[in-house]
């Protein structure tokens, strides 16, 4: 808890907490100075209370006299442990005290017998400074004046903190703390306005028009009727706008075919749609008006938001559109062709047209679309143009569009420079402040019509002051390059604060629920016995019944009300914050704000007046208060304090947001679903309420066994007299811990019942897919209905729509023979099969008599497929019985010849059979008539192809067990690369031997491994897929249609004309496509090639292109002073001109951009400029390493029915798919591989349920006309949109409008997720970062007001809440083991254990935290594991039977699936709590490498090398492992095992034990080769060398770079210095008290002040002394010689300053000095690393100070010893490994448990070969034959070993 994990940013807050506890320490000691008298004589010190009867004062009497008997007791047994001197002083008082209990037990009366009592104990035993007169916890009052000195030391340490926080202000440029008001706003830059020029005359000669007309002479629309007049409207309304306004000719060519594909999507969809609910349909007919009704549909689905922000605007300013036409709408009307138009045609062409194009212009602006909104009706009102002076750019851009650019570049970066390597503002590279403003503020402004019109100015001289809307509608278009943008986009409306408060403004309705639940819980387990009859009043937090009781809960509403509101204030932005308190209505418009506050502060405070109320009533009756007031009654006082209660939280929970979070009208869903989604999240959270009710009980009851004070049911008589003693200082500390951490728990636990209600509510939801058959689900032989369920739903057999009852003797399609052909030659083609195994697996027949083929070619599989009438279909087509297939296909229990061997292909099969058997599957579209669809790919560095020198290096020495990717494919591909060698190599394959294949080989080679690895060509080639299943698709539909006689339609798909590309296109965003290498380009070129033919335009590149800016184009091209280049968003395909000097492609389209594109983290901009390439108005987004099968693509017409809508238009929808992983390498391969299929599965089928699933970037398709009115599909505000894709989500259902995301599985992509142990925590560490970025932002806000509560709930537990749970449960074991801690080393000691307050007949701490551990917390990793787990079984046993599940959960479990997911929940929390405290996130490249590679344990990142998998997780989980292991032997050493439920503790050890080796050692377990002899040797010299070595990488260095990070600066946190605070006091409180009962030990002792005063030091001095004698030293010292020295010195000052301890025996005190002195000691060091990040503070200036040197080597020093300690504890005890390794060798060589078990890969295979394998490689001879097997015998026992795990 002590140390900052995560950052290196140290927190400064925690400064002030050593003197703060040295002043304590001196406040104690100052009564002892003294020597205090027995009784002063006429005077008694202790007495009884006035209000207690005659039996407690008799049980008062017994327990005081009690004590004296047993302290006398202890003592005589141990008087030798304390000196003659304490003997006869004890003796003296024990013959004394004894005395007065005799006489105590002759008294006539209780009182008299407890006053003799009490003054035997207090003023004879305890010398007066104690008085044991209270009946309850903490029993004895202290008597001297202490606790006043204690109170004035805490009234300092506050004054104390905030001294520290206001010294942040000292040091603003090394000392970042989050700013909860505002931040000041730092200069902004000018911006280079447009120069003022002359009008524009437009080029008529620009060749615009004749694109056009070629273009249009390509479309399939030119087929249709009155073809020529639409074409020649939509010509000229461009040409027009072109000329007019000057857009650039490339974004006029891109938009006009934009257009015509969304054009003619809208009318594939109407015509769909007419045909459908047509008797007799005619296409012809429909084809008729096809244009008109298309070109409404499609302004009404792509402009609907634009005409709702028009309407908005039009209300707020009183006046709809302007009266006449704009001048330039009017001449465009007057030229055209006014047949088949109309008026409203007119209107809709024009502002469709117009959006288009100022779209396409913005670059960064399309972020923002109400920005474009604005700019788009001032465009349509536009009566002149702007006169400004351009060069090479086009006026549009340089007058419109640069101007804005230019305030967002400003707002973050300083420039860029000639490499594009962008420059962060001062300041802005540690981390983004709160008052950054970024594109969701920029373009709110543009939703508040009022605001806008006050922010909007004129700069320059002619119009300086005035407001744009003051300027006539139609001149405001001319005026906007003179508007100062820079001064009107100076706005925040939400801060993203880096702080627990800008986390709880998001999500404070679950925490509110989450404290409801909590103190329901303790009162109804704590009810019986907290209230009082007889104190009623005086309790604080009792009464004189339960319902009394019960009101304290009500107290929960005010108190969240208040964090609530001061959350709000905190990330409200300064424009917000201004705005309400602008007064523009007058006095009587601040005075109505000023009473509307008011009352809802008193709103929010009326439970604290009703609880007052009834508290008072409860106290001293009712009687005359109803005699006068019938209506004022306690009844009537509580009823009136719940109704209140519960609805002021209810509207907490449900009912309020406030008019700045609904910008949008929120839509919900309908009643039936969210009836269904209260009844999950009720049966959710009772179950975890009535479980929950047990651990609460169990906390209740350990509080009561251990005799604390509990706060809230001391009296307020009693609360002055034990305020701030010792007794009481410890009871309040230890109850805060056991409740805290009771509560940390309690909120952990919900996350975990979500999933487990998740996995349960996915069956369900898979039945309901079944049309909830479940027998039939379960015994369905869904691969032999593949023919009829294809033939019925895909190629629509007949028209009807198809339901689950239909009969399974449906007509085979006399199509489906030759389609299912193309599929296994497609598998085929892909190695997948081979000859024998494809012919299996076909039709044959008479009318096949082209039969199975040896070779498949890629110019084979293009040809069109043909219709079958005879035919045999293959036998897995027959229907088999389930029990059957259960043992021959799902456990191979019996041989089955039919059933293809490999297991991809049986899974392709399986699971093709259950998409068709999907009740989700949807109509497809009828032929021709499908909408458009673009798949993007994003690409920036991701491998191409795999080069041969990646696959197989022939000059690298594979030593040290490297093996080479090819021999690890083969291996693992071993079948594929068989049929590769019958397909491709004519079976004259060299087997492994890679140096013996030639270069057109190898190029087969790298194909091949390349769609097997994570590649963007496998990606490509995968979707690609698309054009070949539609084109067989379209073939099967028309020749359906001309059996049937059906009127042929006039739309039609041409090969010869490229009209595919109409419907699909692929869209690769590369990036850099400019600066590749030559490699890449090659791949490249190689990847268009491939698809030049008929796909000459469908596989389409888009990349950014820049050339230099001549210096007299920078002012005239208003171009940013900061930036040295001209920016381009570039088109090529396969028919573009190869440049010979670069070997590039020249590109057909090339759009200038207004500046530099990627101003956020990459993704999310790369797709923004590569988006108005797309065509089409639906568009998939595709990552670079997925993949795609040709079963699955013939499906894409059944998808796009996802978006068919009743009405008109298409469905605003987001749907996501599932993905199939196709790499499981290993443990860590299956274990990554399984949490991807349980999310992509199982989980998001509940998410979408539920209402709570978003947009996750891939496979999701879109509806992209209304992504482009959101802003895209992405956002990419650096830092802030880190996780960019969930964002499109988001705001998708914050816009509401009937928009909805849904999720189905009857369609698979294909996706790799080849990781290793550290790319998989990289992966991990970047979605926590961005998650806690993204929960910081003005999305997850609204979403949190204005989410129904269950999908607030499951929208916070699928996404946010995992990550924080993960944290909140890396938490809650330390915190128990330190609970656990605390309370068994605050127990009695073993001499003296009456001195402990509290009955001595009460179970011990140990026995009490044993019965606390084992029913609350015993089964909480249990239940983590069960919640990791059980999705994964769910969708398993859907697919393969349970059986299945059963065995892969068995294999995890047994290949350390714990220990992985406990060391990963640590790194997800540690990054999540630092992004939210401190943020600074960045882009984390993960890597696709193979786990295989093995990292050195420890050592900084050398040249060519890793760094150690030490240095990479010390910070984050090592030290806090140690810790944890430290803490748990002090808990053995100190008695803590030592109970009677010993083995009911077995469960909890084992937990703990699973997390301590997880952090500890899980990094090197998962290490290949991690027990390697030969690598231990290397370990170990690089152990040595980095602590010892004095130059180079050594540990210094490391240090730091790493950890210190002094150039990151200081960071304060108000919570780090509580919880700092907190755990100091804990141990402070203990000793304090143990201190105490010393001082009465030893009264006469002079000496005992300065004891108690050097127990609470730290052990610094001596260290302190011989570092500064090191830094005189002329020579250096070294820090390696000095550590062990130092180190040594602190343990012997240690041990001085708690000799009396060990002296008298007291070792539990002695733990607690020990700990307490760690504590202060890594306070210190931390206080001094912040001093050295601390760049201002005055000893850190000048690199000679001695001082500096001196602190510096003291620091060094320290960690130095810290990191010696810690690493020798897992190097060695991994040394026991390696030597078991070793043995194993030597009698078992060749199969290694470590690499069988735990990786399966073939490092073991090149273990057994590692020494002859170089030698046989340089001679050309092999130990492994032509099919890849080992001919040794070691070899063979390594692949039966692993197929037997396998």
Known sequence: DLQNTGTGRRNIMPTCFASCLLL????????????????????????????????????????????VVQASNDFEGLAHHYGRRVTESWGNRTAAAAKLCDRAKAAPSAELAANLALEAWGDTMMLGRECCNLNGPPFCQSMNTSQFARLAVLVVALLAVCLVSASAFFFQSSVHRPYLYCTASPPRKAVLAPTPGLPFLPDEDNGLAEYLKAYWDQSTLRNLPEAEVYLGQVARCFEHLTNTFDFQIDNVKNQFEHFLSLWRSH????????????????????????????LQELHADLLRSFKQWREIFSETHGSKAPP???????????????????????????????????????????????????????????????????????????????PIYAVIFNEHYEGVNEKDKKQMRNGYEKFLPADAANYDDWNELFCKPDWLAEALVISDANGGGKLLEQFEVGKRFEALPRVDWSASLDVKMHREQHSWWGLFAATHRVWFLHFLLYFVSIFLVASRDFHDFGKRWDVLLGGGSPAVCLAAVGLVVPA?????????????????????????????????????????????????????????????????????????????????????????????????????????????????????????????????????LRGVAAVNSAAKQLQISRLGRESLRELPMVAFGPDWDKDVIEWVALWGTGFICYAADTQLWFVLGCSLLAVLLALKQRSWRFFGMATEDTVAKIPQRFSERVLLQDDRPWRQTRSSNARESRWFPDIWNRVIEYMQYEDKLDLSAAAQLRYTGQSFADGARAKITWTELQRNIEERTRFCPPMIFQPTGSCARFCRRDMKLLPDDNWPKNTEVQWRINAFGRCLASADLPLPFHTPYLPGLTVMIPHATDTIMLSKTELYDGNAPYRREVVPLMDWLHKRYRADFQALSARGFDNNAAGNRWDQYRDEQWQKLQSWSSMRSQTLWRTVVGMMLYRPALECYYEADVARKRSAQQTRPLLEWKTADNSLCEVFTCLVAMQLYQDFNAEQLKYTEKMLSKYQQDDRKILQIAYI???????????????????????????????????????????????????????????????????PFSRGPIIQTIDANQGAYFEQMLLLPCILGEFRKDGTGMQPRIV????????????????????????????????????????YGHPDMMNKEFMIQQGGVSKATKTVNLSEDIF????????????????????????????????????????????????????????????????????????????????????????????????????????????????????????????????????????????????????????????????????????????????????????????????????????????????????????????????????????????????????????????????SLVWWLLSLGLTICAWLFAPFVFNPYQFSYKHFRQDLKDWMDFFLNRTGPNWQSWYEVSLLRADKGVRASPVGALLCALYLACWYTVLNQKAHILSILFPDDIGVAWTTVRVMLPPVGMSLIACGLCSCLRESTHLAHLAPVVVALDCVEALLYLWNMIEIGWWKTFFVGVILKYALLSLVLSCCEAGFCCQDAAFCRGRDCRAKKWLRLWLYSHRLARDVVVSSLIFWLLAVGVFFDWCRSHMCPGLSLHHLVVYRDPGGLQVAEERTLPRQRQAGLHSINSHGTASSSDGSRIGMAQQLLR
């Open 1288 to 1543: 499109a989500g988001m705001d998708f259902i914050l816009r509401g409008d009937g928009r909805s995301i849904v999720h189905r599985e009857y369609f698979y992509v294909g996706k790799g997720r080849d990781l290793g142990f550290n790319t998989i925590l990289k992966f991990f560490s970047k979605l926590s970062a961005g998650t806690g970025e993204q929960v910081l932002t003005r999305q997850m806000l609204r979403l949190g007001e204005l989410l129904d509560l269950p999908e607030l709930l499951s929208f916070y537990y699928a996404h946010a809440g995992f990550y924080l749970t993960n944290f909140l449960l890396s938490k809650s074991i330390p915190m128990l083991v330190f609970l656990w801690l605390l309370v068994v080393l605050d127990a009695a000691e073993f001499h003296f254990s009456e001195l402990d307050q509290g009955d001595s007949q009460a179970e011990s701490g140990a026995e009490v935290m044993a019965q606390l551990l084992v029913l609350q917390y015993g089964w909480l990793v249990a239940l983590y594991m069960l919640a990791q787990a059980l999705p994964l079984v769910m969708q398993v046993w859907l697919e393969s039977g349970i059986i299945v599940a059963v065995i892969r959960i068995v294999k995890q479990v047994f290949t350390l699936a714990p220990l992985h997911f406990i060391f990963q929940a640590k790194v997800i929390g540690a990054y999540i709590t630092n992004e939210i405290t401190h943020g600074g996130a960045t882009y984390i490249p993960t890597g696709r490498g193979l786990p295989t590679e093995r990292k050195p344990f420890i050592g900084p990142a050398k040249k060519g090398a890793q760094s150690g998998l030490y240095n990479d997780y010390a910070e984050v989980a090592v030290y806090d492992g140690a810790e944890l292991l430290a803490g748990f032997l002090i808990v053995v050493l100190a008695g803590g095992l030592n109970v009677e439920l010993k083995w």
């Open 24 to 67: 304590c320490a001196l406040a104690d000691a100052r009564p002892q100075l003294r020597i205090v008298q027995q009784t002063q004589v006429g005077k008694k010190a202790c007495s009884p209370l006035t209000n207690l009867n005659n039996v407690q004062l008799q049980e008062l009497a017994d327990w005081n006299c009690h004590r």
């Open 324 to 402: 006449k036409l704009a001048p330039w709408r009017s001449e465009l009307r007057e030229h055209a062709d006014a047949r088949g138009f109309g008026k409203r045609d007119w209107e809709n062409l024009e502002e469709v047209v117009m959006f288009l194009l100022v779209w396409g212009e913005a670059g960064n602006l399309r972020f923002m679309p109400e920005l474009l909104y604005f700019l788009t009706e001032l465009a349509l009102q536009a009566e002149a143009q702007p006169r400004v002076k351009t060069d090479a750019s086009r006026r549009f851009l340089v007058a419109v569009v640069r």
């Open 267 to 294: 009318m594939c969809i109407y015509a769909d749609r007419d045909l459908r609910k047509a008797t007799d349909p005619d296409p012809q007919f429909v084809e008729k008006k096809i244009f008109q009704r298309g």
């Open 560 to 692: 969240h009300a208040l964090a609530w509101n001061l959350s709000r204030w905190f990330t409200t932005g300064k424009s917000h914050r201004l705005h309400k308190h602008r007064n523009r209505g007058g006095c009587t418009t601040c005075v109505c704000r000023t009473v509307q506050v008011l009352l809802a502060m008193a709103a929010w405070g009326l439970p604290l007046v009703t609880f007052f109320i009834v508290r008072y009533l409860d106290a001293f009756g009712d009687d005359q208060l109803t005699a006068k007031f019938p209506l004022l009654s306690l009844r009537s006082a509580l009823w009136l304090h719940f109704i209140l209660s519960v609805l002021l939280a209810l509207v907490i929970l449900q009912w309020y947001a406030r008019p700045e979070d609904e910008l949008w009208p929120h839509i919900c869903a309908s009643l039936r679903t969210r009836a269904l989604r209260w009844l999950f999240w009720i049966l959710v959270l009772a179950v975890k309420f009535v479980v929950g």
């Open 1216 to 1255: 996501g798919f599932p993905e199939h992983i196709t790499s499981d390498i290993g443990s860590l391969g299956d274990f990554a591989a399984g949490a991807e299929m349980a999310f992509g599965t199982v989980l998001q089928r509940s998410y979408s349920a539920q209402g709570a699933r978003m947009h």
């Open 1105 to 1171: 292109g820049n050339e230099a800016v001549l210096p007299s184009q920078r002012a005239a091209d208003a171009i940013h002073p900061d930036q040295q280049r001209r920016y381009y968003s570039c088109l090529i395909d396969s028919t573009c001109r190869r440049d010979e000097g670069t070997n590039r492609r020249t590109p057909r389209l090339k759009i200038e951009l207004p500046g530099f594109p990627i101003l956020g983290d990459g993704k999310g901009d790369n797709q923004n400029h590569a988006l």
